[in-house]
């Protein structure tokens, strides 16, 4: 650094100022300063005066700032192409999977040197002319499509399939569960590979100089072939890309603060992401203290009182009450509610169900009980078209759920987020599916608010009676991951109560579960048969089923092989495969 | 009195001596540019050039933003002759051609070389020629005295320049020869290829003579030149094929630049060799 490559420090004054005359001076490469040579403290300070001077000179700032226009357009233009590219290559369809695959081949394959050349000189051809400015944003944003694309399904991959089943069976469609429930999960995944790439491409718009773009290093570049002082000039270049990708890190650090589950975040933290991006919070438990009031006044004193009292009148607007009979308790009105038709399901090879023909009356509760692999579950995810019947039909309400009758047969609607929700069918799984980046609460009101349009006061009011319910007001603000597994199931109740369904699903709510926490969800279960809500819940909980069912439904292999009253099918099973799975559950788990 | 006749005289004298001296100023015809170059008029005329090239084109040291040079003082003195505005466009050396040959560019005028193979792609005004020189470390440690003497001689050259050709002819006679061939790097600017002789990264650095030259002047101890090659290569404008109208304004006006002298001025403030002139003409391949 003393020796050659820093000019002559005494020759020149530095940036601008030099005439062609005493340009030699500057040009001197190596500098042989004989008996005045300065001392190299003194070289070394001049050499950063000069450093300092380029670093504030508006002729590499004016670069800069192009870099950096570049680079944002480019940068915002790549992360839309580069989100549709990525749902492309997540299609089921293959040729638009192919069409993706094929762009992302090809645009990752080349140079983007290339790229931007002939971007600029071979479009012309075919008469299309691009200014400068226009082929390298444009030119960037293609190349960064197809890098963030990858980055971006990496991203919507790690985000567990149970959120969006979720999401489904609340009649979310696609493009709402997409950006309400993947996409904010996603982007701690995404957020470290983007930052790369708005890194690299910052620094990476010195190759558009090939195409007339007269960026940082391209001006840096031209200053150090007029002045050959190549150490001053590059500092100083390097220096001002180093500020400009420190800050990109630092806005880096704060979205993934934000993104983290992991971490309670602080409020500070929070204003300041919010002052620096103008990104409000979800919810601030602090701004909404009017919410905690209202949960400790408003608790109800037991889910009746929730579901089928105050709901009614708490209910307004769009969302109508649930069609449980009030009052009405353990009991059903001999209507059919919902009417399984031999209904087949096959996965591959594996018949899952071979013909199943059941009927729920309104106001009953069916529990289906069995071995594993018997297809309960599967049953339930048919009849709210989670999964697409092969055979048979099924109808809730006297309407088929998301298929239109075209003949005999049936083919699903195209809108089957829409027939979901229309449908109304709660549905709680065994392992509760909440949204893990919404808290109590907001995963309460996602879909009223999202799917059923409801005001948003209205529906946190609502969540709110509904959380005290469950016995969980103190907690509607936290997130899932901070509440036990039996707190998090009672949550996924109160979510599934919040749509006003007419049917109650529950894929065995209480197997995921420790034993001293199953009472509590099973009780919160108890108390809404109570109210008269139609349900059909797979269990293994005998005892449940023997206080709480009206019919227990006894699966195996595909088929029913016993049903009736809980005393009948469970007191005295006629069926031998019942009477074995019986004993084995008494057996293992004690509760009879 | 007497002294007042005199000075008179002088005045007059020195007036006459003066249109004398510029008589060519009064063939530039910019007022008729409407009529002359209708097409052209009123436009601004783009001209492609790579500011990393002295002494041809470079940036101002006292304004970064402007462009400076030979080639662009030149291009000035002419656009200003025959009535046409222009504005030089920056850019990487090997873009430029590419960007004229596409159309996004008018002309290319950056110490560009007439080459059989590039006028297939474009037409050219020629208007100096070139001479090629070799800049080694000081003392020529290698010997290097010619062309010849560059076998198994790390050498370096500008991408996509006719040296950069010229050294991989000479590797391959020198393969022929049954010496050893040529390693050759590739810069992309004047200043990187210097840095590689400085360095003792490259053994010689094939550039313009006159670069060369100002370089050896600039940096006595670093530097000197080795050996110079008359290569007959003419420099020139070049424009893309049927810009007739550009063409032929670009013809018009340097020949006006060598008849008013404008040129051997600007060669010599650019400390370059006025015998470098010749006679302008238009090459259509």
Not at chain 1, 51 to 72: C, E, H, K, N, W
Not at chain 1, 83 to 102: D, H
Not at chain 1, 110 to 127: H, K, N
Not at chain 1, 494 to 521: C, K
Request: aromatic share 6%; net charge positive; hydrophobic share 45%.
């Amino acid at each position: 650094m003393m020796t050659v490559g820093c000019g002559n420090p005494s020759g020149g004054s530095g940036v601008p100022g030099r005439s062609l005359e005493d340009l030699s001076a500057g040009k001197r490469v190596t500098g042989d300063q004989g008996g005045a040579a300065p001392t190299a403290t003194s070289a070394v300070l001049q050499g950063l005066r000069e450093m300092v001077l380029y670093i504030g000179s508006p002729f590499l700032l004016r670069g800069t700032l192009l870099a950096l226009q570049i680079a944002s357009l480019a940068m915002v233009g790549g992360l839309v192409l580069g989100l549709v590219l990525a749902l492309m290559r997540l299609s089921s369809f293959l040729p638009v999977r192919g069409i993706a695959w094929l762009y992302i081949w090809f645009v990752r394959g080349t140079p983007q040197l290339l790229q931007l050349v002939f971007l600029y000189d071979a479009l012309p051809m075919i008469g299309i002319k691009l200014d400068t400015f226009a082929t390298a944003v444009i030119g960037f944003a293609l190349n960064e499509a197809a890098f963030s694309a990858e980055i971006i399904r990496g991203g919507i991959l790690s985000v567990n399939r149970t959120q969006a089943v979720a999401a489904a069976a609340f009649g979310m469609g696609p493009f709402l569960t997409l950006r309400r429930i993947i996409l904010p999960q996603a982007m701690r995944a995404i957020l470290p590979g983007m930052a790369n790439d708005t890194i690299a491409m910052i620094k990476l718009t010195s190759l558009a100089s090939v195409i007339f773009v007269n960026e940082l290093t391209f001006r840096s570049q031209q200053i150090v072939s007029q002045n050959f002082k190549f150490f001053t000039v590059f500092a100083a270049a390097g220096a001002i890309y180093l500020i400009l990708t420190t800050v990109i890190s630092a806005i880096q650090a704060l979205l993934e603060r934000h993104f983290n589950l992991e971490l309670e975040r602080a409020a500070t933290t929070r204003s300041v992401l919010a002052r620096l991006l103008g990104v409000g919070r979800r919810s601030q438990p602090s701004a909404t203290p009017e919410l905690e009031n209202l949960g400790a006044v408003r608790e109800p004193a037991n889910v009746v009182e929730a579901i089928g009292g105050p709901v009614r009148r708490v209910v307004s607007g769009p969302l109508p009450a649930h069609d449980a009979v009030p009052g009405h308790t353990n009991g059903a009105d001999g209507a059919p509610f919902v009417v399984c038709e031999d209904v087949c399901k096959a996965y591959g090879a594996r018949e899952v169900l071979r013909g199943i023909t059941l009927s729920v009356r309104r106001g009953e509760v069916v529990t289906i009980m069995g071995p594993s692999g018997s297809g309960k579950s599967t049953l339930l995810r048919l009849i709210n078209h989670l999964d697409r019947l092969d055979r048979g039909e099924i109808t809730v309400g006297g309407g088929l759920v998301g298929y239109e009758r075209i003949g005999a047969a049936l083919r699903p609607v195209r809108h089957l987020a829409k027939a979901r929700a229309e449908a109304r069918i709660g549905m709680v799984f065994q392992h509760f599916n909440l949204f893990d980046h919404l808290t109590a609460l907001q995963n309460v009101i996602e879909a009223p608010i999202r799917v059923y349009g409801e005001p948003h006061a209205a529906a946190v009011e609502r969540g709110m009676t509904l959380l005290s319910s469950v016995g969980l007001a103190h907690h509607a603000h936290h997130l899932p991951h901070r509440l036990s597994g039996g707190q998090q199931q009672r949550v996924a109740i109160a979510r599934a109560l919040a749509i006003s369904p007419r049917l109650m699903l529950f894929d065995e709510p209480t197997s995921a579960l420790d034993p001293e926490l199953v009472g509590d969800v099973l009780s919160v279960i108890r108390r809404l048969a109570d109210t008269g809500m139609t349900m059909i819940v797979v269990t293994h909980e005998v005892r449940f089923a023997r206080d709480v069912a009206d019919r227990v439904v006894f699966m195996d292999n595909g088929l029913i092989v016993e049903e009736g009253g809980p005393a009948e099918v469970l007191g005295a099973p006629k069926q031998p495969r019942t009477q074995q799975f019986l004993r084995l559950v008494e057996r293992e788990i004690g509760t009879f | 009195m007497r002294s007042a006749r005199w000075l008179l005289a002088a005045v007059v004298t020195g007036a006459v001596v003066m249109a004398l001296n510029t008589p060519a100023a009064a063939k530039c015809e910019p007022e008729k540019a409407g009529t002359t170059y209708p097409n052209l008029v009123g436009k601004k005329i783009k001209i492609a050039v790579d500011p990393s090239t002295p002494p041809y084109t470079i940036r101002d040291p006292n304004d970064f933003e402007k462009i400076v040079g030979f080639d662009a003082d030149m291009a000035r003195a002419v656009f200003k002759c025959v009535g046409l505005q222009l504005d030089f466009v920056s850019g990487a050396w090997s873009g430029l051609l590419p960007s004229v040959i596409a159309g996004q560019n008018d002309a290319m005028w950056s110490n560009l070389y007439y080459t059989a193979e590039r006028a297939k792609q474009v037409d050219y005004v020629v208007y100096m020629q070139a001479g090629t020189g070799a800049l080694v470390p000081k003392g020529n440690p290698k010997k290097l005295k010619s062309m010849d003497d560059t076998c198994g001689i790390r050498a370096a050259a500008g991408l996509g320049t006719v040296e950069e050709a010229a050294f991989r002819e000479q590797s391959r006679k020198c393969v022929a020869a049954g010496k050893a061939e040529i390693p050759q790097v590739s810069y992309p600017d004047v200043a990187g290829g210097v840095r590689l002789v400085q360095n003792d990264r490259a053994d010689v650095m094939l550039t313009d003579l006159a670069l060369v030259d100002q370089l050896a002047r600039d940096n006595p101890t670093a530097f000197e030149r080795g050996f110079a090659v008359m290569t007959g290569f003419k420099v020139g404008v070049a424009v893309k094929k049927g810009r007739e109208d550009l063409l032929k304004a670009l013809g018009t006006g340097l020949k006006e630049m060598q008849a008013d002298g404008t040129q051997r001025e600007l060669l010599k403030k650019y400390g370059l060799d006025p015998s470098l002139q010749i006679t302008s003409e238009t090459l259509r391949n």
